[in-house]
T-cell receptor
Framework: DAMVIQNPRYQVTQFGKPVTLSCSQT?????MYWYQQKSSQAPKLLFH???????NEADTPDNFQSRRPNTSFCFLDIRSPGLGDAAMYLC????????????FGPGTRLTVL | KNQVEQSPQSLIILEGKNCTLQ??????????LRWYKQDTGRGPVSLTI?????NTKSNGRYTATLDADTKQSSLHITASQLSDSASYIC???????????FGAGTRLAVHP
């Protein structure tokens, strides 16, 4: 059974057109992460929620926003996608500290035309 | 400075052969180290998690070793299969730090 679900799996948007990526989890984990992964690179952490507390990475552009309406769901909003934002976006969850195992979703591949 | 260095960057082997992937890290204080397998276009999947007191850990045909003194880890794959073709990512975890530090990965291709 899928534990971390990401929708859609593939998303195509136009330059400057807002897009929202979705992540849901059935694990009841209190920490959720969003990563950006470009081709042949390591995942780069954008931000994470520890319960309701939002933690933004210092180098995450303002163009990226996130919402977590409840424990199960977390959204990544890209307000004005640029060509450089084309990437795989990974959602992950963990219980408590990151010393516990992180479970990753299958990712959403974003294409910007 | 990269806190995680993996080698080789890429590797091609024939089906049935063994291979070993290397990871050197400088993360401190050290909590644990994970190896993930990431298939193309998919999210990473955990293979092993090792604490500083563990020297070796196996998961089927995957065996990870850890030397916390020299800050080195390796992942050995035995009797490789075509389905082992993927990126293998080393992730040492910093103690008390709520984020993962990813290596760039080794891209493994297993050919028939």
């Amino acid at each position: 059974d899928a534990m971390v679900i990401q929708n859609p799996r593939y998303q195509v948007t136009q330059f400057g057109k807002p897009v929202t990526l979705s992540c849901s989890q059935t694990l009841n984990h209190n920490v959720m992460y969003w990563y950006q992964q470009k081709s042949s690179q390591a995942p780069k952490l954008l931000f994470h929620y520890y319960d309701k507390d939002f933690n933004n990475e210092a180098d995450t552009p303002d163009n990226f926003q996130s919402r977590r309406p409840n424990t199960s769901f977390c959204f990544l909003d890209i307000r004005s996608p640029g060509l450089g934002d084309a990437a795989m976006y990974l959602c992950a969850t963990t219980l408590g500290l990151a010393e516990n195992e992180q479970f990753f979703g299958p990712g959403t591949r974003l294409t910007v035309l | 400075k990269n806190q995680v260095e993996q080698s080789p960057q890429s590797l091609i082997i024939l089906e049935g052969k063994n291979c070993t992937l290397q990871c050197n890290y400088t993360v401190s204080p050290f909590s644990n180290l994970r190896w993930y397998k990431q298939d193309t276009g998919r999210g990473p999947v955990s293979l092993t998690i090792m604490t500083f007191s563990e020297n070796t850990k196996s998961n089927g045909r995957y065996t990870a070793t850890l030397d916390a003194d020299t800050k080195q880890s390796s992942l050995h794959i035995t009797a490789s299969q075509l389905s082992d073709s993927a990126s293998y990512i080393c992730v040492p975890l910093k103690g008390g730090y709520n984020k993962l530090i990813f290596g760039a990965g080794t891209r493994l291709a297993v050919h028939p």
